[in-house]
């Protein structure tokens, strides 16, 4: 089984449909998303939809959070509350019914997806975690693989069958997985990345039977959504995290 792993779309619509066209090339027999569906990007209406009509599983991201919960959404930053203010008004009311009724977290494949930090935090980042944070993590679930999104980055966290803990950047390179060691993986974001690879969407592929992950990196018409996070009133910060 070949399963696409993506994240933090964050209504970024141009770069879903560059990563969907590339899925329907892959051979991919299922798709998780991590949550973050919406926030940020000018067509959140589009990509729900889009989602929902190629019944990928998805679950909840911070920004769909704060969709449900005011305590949560006096947290975010002025940045993020003015984009999630303008998403509510672009999303219909059954959009807004899937995004408020996803789920915190999936057990499928004998994996765990989750947003933020296993086991099941919505909002915590793994920015950077020391050893000593991921031996307690590891410890906190007991799947042999996990995949997290939240940061925006691409990253691997190994624990050997020796116990020494690894972390690695993800590359475009296929990553072979030593059947007695355990994983976190990190598979960046296609809306909006943060990694120091380029601005294009990223996603994962994981085969189950080759015991690999592969990164993929995909083009997409940036310009076209710039100008739309313009148009439509969102704030310039957003532009410019992906004109780069």
């Known amino acids: 089984m070949r399963l696409a792993v993506i994240s933090d779309i964050h209504g970024n619509y141009r770069a879903l449909q560059a990563v969907i066209m590339d899925l329907d090339k892959q051979r991919i027999d299922t798709t998780m998303s991590l949550g973050d569906t919406i926030g940020y990007g000018p067509e959140p209406e589009e990509v729900v939809q889009l989602l929902m009509s190629r019944s990928v599983y998805s ?5 769909e959070l704060a969709l449900v919960s005011p305590h949560y959404y006096a947290r975010l930053n002025p940045t993020s509350r003015d984009s999630l203010d303008l998403t509510r008004k672009l999303l219909s009311k059954p959009s807004l019914e899937w995004l408020e009724t996803l789920p915190s977290l999936s057990l499928q494949h004998g994996a765990r997806f989750v947003h ?8 915590t980042y793994l920015f950077d975690p020391s050893d000593t944070r991921l031996e307690r993590i590891f410890l906190s679930y007991p799947e042999r693989i996990c995949f997290a999104g939240h940061t925006h980055t691409l990253n691997m966290f190994v624990k050997l069958n020796s116990g020494t803990i690894q972390q690695k950047d993800l590359d475009l390179e296929v990553v072979h997985l030593g059947k007695d060691n355990r994983y976190l993986i990190i598979p960046g974001s296609v809306g ?10 990223k996603y994962v592929i994981w085969d189950r039977e080759a015991e690999t992950i592969e990164l993929r990196e995909i083009s997409y018409d940036v310009a076209s959504t710039v100008k739309l996070i313009y148009d439509r009133g969102f704030p310039s910060q957003n532009a410019l995290r992906l004109d780069w």
Not at 192 to 201: L, V
């Open 59 to 63: 679950i909840m991201g911070n920004h």
């Open 116 to 123: 933020g930090c296993p086991p099941a935090s919505i909002t």
């Open 192 to 201: 909006q990345p943060r990694d120091t690879h380029s601005n294009k969407a």
